[in-house]
């Protein structure tokens, strides 16, 4: 709504180097995306960092509150790109579990030489 009326001012909030096209079509995605989460049939897990720098944490609200059958976690210890960054091991952990999966195999064979074992 708010780039939409952005757009039909001809504003310029945003990067340059982005066209305003590409923000205006995000935000179609982002309310077709909300309209189409209603009707997801499965269950649905949402991983989302608190300090994400890209994507407010209201926007994996918004999913949660919209998809009958999900699960939401915040990360702690992360910013956009959580399965790289300091809380990847919990990610790999919460999908494998998720998935009904043994969670031991998420550790990274870094994160294992750090704690001192081998990884599995």
């Not at 780039?3 to 340059?16: C, G, I, L, Q, T």
């Not at 499965?42 to 944490?57: G, K, Q, Y």
């Not at 809380?87 to 998420?106: K, M, Q, S, T, Y």
């Amino acid at each position: 709504a708010i780039v939409k009326k952005k757009f039909e001012r001809e504003d310029s909030f945003h990067y340059a180097w982005v066209p305003l096209a590409c923000v205006r079509q995000v935000d179609r995605m982002r309310d077709w995306a909300l309209e189409a989460a209603a009707g997801t049939p499965c269950a649905t897990l949402v991983l989302h960092a608190r300090e994400d720098e890209l994507t407010s944490l209201r926007s994996a609200d918004f999913l949660l509150a919209k998809m009958p059958d999900a699960r939401g976690i915040v990360l702690e210890n992360s910013y956009h790109m959580i399965c790289a960054d300091n809380d990847r091991d919990d990610v790999a952990r919460h999908v494998l579990e998720f998935f009904g999966f043994d969670p031991v195999h998420a550790v990274s064979p870094a994160m294992a030489r750090r704690m001192g074992r081998m990884a599995p």
